[in-house]
């Protein structure tokens, strides 16, 4: 009888140790897991970051985007201003010089009337058409 309690009890201490070898292996796959479920979730907050941080520099962008579109549209607004503007001057010009160009050769009794002076030339309209020249 003592043999089979010692048996048993051997027997027990044996199942215990399984046990105990079991619980050890268990708790080291669920600290495995925790440890995973953790990287897992900080990684998932460095990915929801980063996409945060992404957006915000498309956003960023777009707001560039439209600063630039709206410099390209003044910069083409100012472009044909100074085209115009440089049209209005080529006129002018053209006006003036053919304006001092002219000379009357028999001037009349009067004298230098045909001739045109500077003062002749405040308000004058162009002799050419506006866009047939350039």
């Known amino acids: 009888m003592k043999d089979m309690r010692r048996l048993d009890h051997e027997l027990a201490l044996k199942d215990i140790r399984r046990l105990e070898r079991e619980l050890a292996m268990k708790d080291e796959e669920i600290r495995m897991k925790d440890i995973r479920l953790l990287e897992h979730e900080l990684a998932m907050k460095g990915i929801r970051r980063l996409e945060d941080e992404l957006a915000m520099k498309d ?76």
């Open 59 to 134: 956003e960023e962008m777009r707001r560039l985007k439209s600063q630039i579109d709206l410099r390209e549209k003044e910069f083409a607004s100012l472009r044909i201003a100074i085209r115009s503007a440089c049209t209005d001057l080529s006129n002018a010009v053209t006006t003036a010089d053919d304006a001092l160009k002219f000379k009357n050769k028999s001037p009349s009794k009067k004298g230098n009337e045909h001739f045109f002076t500077e003062k002749d030339l405040y308000g004058a309209v162009p002799s050419v058409p506006r866009g047939y020249r350039s």
